[in-house]
């Protein structure tokens, strides 16, 4: 059974996340909807630390907050390429100063269908995969998009110093190397092997 809490003022709910909450009700007699008015209840709705259309989903295993600046997904663009948010800053200054003639574009997208079958799945699945990243040789961090496609699978990240933690914890449903700029020692190497005959 899960309870879908609605944190919205009365007559500031934005049409797209009140509809889809509702079809979720619709679709799944499972499913419970109830509202919370942060202007009624503002200790209550101030425990979620989330923005006023935003939405709870709680199961006896767990609760997940799914904030409504969540439920946009933003592409940013330069010169035909797509290019990350603080790209996209730098450009619209360089254009605003007029170092550039190109400006940055940008294009938004509801993904409430997507946010809210994640938190779904986050809080009905009975393990919640661990991703470890290997780090100690100057490795590459994972970009926006990768980080997000990963938290979107309710995925968590994990950072991992196999010199000093000596193995792969039991937990790691994957290790992630990236592109390490130094050696990994010979005991690293033999971690990792293990790991991998464990069927890591």
Do not use: W
Request: proline residues 4%.
């Amino acid at each position: 059974d899960i309870e879908i809490t609605y944190i919205v003022e009365a007559g500031e709910e934005q049409p797209m996340v009140e509809q889809l909450l509702e079809r979720a009700v619709q679709e799944n007699s499972r499913i419970k909807l109830s509202r919370l008015d942060p202007a009624v209840h503002p200790e209550q709705a101030s425990a979620y630390k989330c923005n006023s259309n935003s939405f709870v989903v709680k199961s006896d295993k767990r609760e997940k907050v799914v904030d409504f600046n969540d439920l946009t997904e933003t592409h940013y663009y330069y010169d035909g390429s797509e290019i990350s948010s603080s790209e996209y800053q730098q450009y619209y200054a360089y254009y605003q100063y007029g170092m550039t003639q190109t400006a940055p574009t940008s294009s938004s997208a509801f993904c409430g269908q997507s946010a809210l079958a994640s938190a779904l799945r986050y809080v009905t699945t009975d393990t919640l995969p661990v991703v470890y990243t290997l780090s100690g040789h100057g490795e590459l961090t994972l970009d926006e998009k990768l980080s997000g496609y990963l938290e979107t699978d309710n995925i968590t990240v994990k950072d991992l110093k196999l010199i000093s933690e000596g193995d792969v914890p039991d937990d790691a449903a994957a290790l992630l190397i990236t592109v390490p700029k130094t050696d990994l020692s010979e005991s690293e190497c033999e971690a990792i092997e293990e790991y991998v005959r464990g069927g890591g």
